[in-house]
């Protein structure tokens, strides 16, 4: 399985590569980010079928069953704390006046790299847990942690010229303020410069590493098998690129999907710390996951439908 999931991966970055030079620079149609995200969702779901199929014949209903359910509620809570990221990805190619024809380059770099780190993490992360039970301990209380701040933050945008990792590149590489074409680099005057373009892929992959400090101690909650961590949290990444587009437009929409993020963390936060104590059942918290995530961009949309509505008037 861990073989026939890795050659799947190769395949299908190999195919988006492909897709995107052929394609070329251009501006993502919220009609070919609907089709992109429908694919990729539907590309987990058929994945979790022909898990739960091998594991039916082998291991039995009862064990098909519990596996499919941690796969769907990881899968869940990777692709909802995705948009957090998707948040501060926009403010980034703001920032930076990135055009929309060449964020798509930006985004699949920064994907690559994520996966490489993702994997590298979860196998860590799972070495940890198979040798020290009491790390759970340590992921749980940071997942809280992380929850309340999160909450607490909701709402204030972070400066992003104040960014230790930008205020670094600017101190130690020359970078120039104009961008040339998809290029990292180019020369002014003979000497080399590095383009905005360059600095947002940097800024791109620390953001996704300080996520990945948040998102996969949380699927640990769910499940301990790294196989299952794994593949629920790539599947998650790689529709990131064509749910950014797809948000793009949206994003002011969801202004309260913040706060339902953070009570998430808190829940499978507390789940994790009650692990010894009370095992919650998987298909309650993927019910309240859903729930969660469900009543926050149902309570956004309608909450900026009142605000809409207002300045109609």
């Known amino acids: ?47 979790v ?31 909802s704390l995705s948009i957090d990221n998707i948040f501060v990805f926009l403010m980034i190619f703001g920032y930076f006046a990135i055009p929309a024809e060449l964020q798509k380059r930006a985004l699949i770099v920064g994907i690559v790299g994520a996966i490489v780190l993702r994997a590298i993490l ?70 080399k410069h590095y383009t905005p373009l360059f600095v947002v892929l940097v800024l791109i992959g620390t953001t996704d590493v300080i996520f990945a400090v948040d998102s996969i101690p949380a699927i640990f909650a769910i499940t301990d098998d790294p196989f299952i961590v794994l593949t629920a949290n790539i599947f998650a990444i790689l529709g990131l ?28 936060g507390c789940k994790m710390l009650l692990l010894d104590v009370y095992k919650i059942n998987i298909g309650i918290a993927l019910g309240v996951t859903a729930g969660i995530i469900a009543t926050s961009m149902l309570a956004s949309l309608y909450s900026t439908r009142n605000v809409n509505g207002a300045k109609a008037k």
């Open 49 to 79: 079928a022909l898990l739960w199929w091998y594991l039916n014949g082998t291991q039995g209903r009862a064990a098909a069953n519990e596996v499919s359910m941690q796969f769907i509620t990881g899968y869940l809570v990777e692709k």
């Open 122 to 191: 979860i196998l860590v992360g799972a070495w940890l847990l198979a040798q020290f039970h009491w790390v759970l301990y340590v992921f749980g209380a940071f997942l809280v942690f992380t929850g309340i701040k999160m909450w607490l933050a909701a709402g204030k945008e972070p400066d992003v010229a104040q960014n230790p990792v930008l205020k670094f590149l600017k101190k130690h590489m020359k970078i120039t303020t104009q961008l040339d074409g998809e290029k990292l680099s180019t020369m002014i005057d003979g000497v």
């Open 241 to 268: 690129r064509a749910l950014y587009f797809l948000l793009a437009d949206l994003a002011d929409r969801f202004h309260l999907l913040a706060y339902g993020l953070a009570l998430v963390l808190v829940f499978i």
């Open 1 to 47: 399985m861990w073989t026939g999931f890795a050659v799947f991966v190769v395949v299908a970055i190999g195919i988006d590569l492909w897709v995107m030079e052929k394609q070329g620079a251009h501006k993502v149609t919220t009609k070919e980010a609907v089709g992109w995200s429908v694919l990729w969702f539907s590309l987990a779901f058929v994945f």
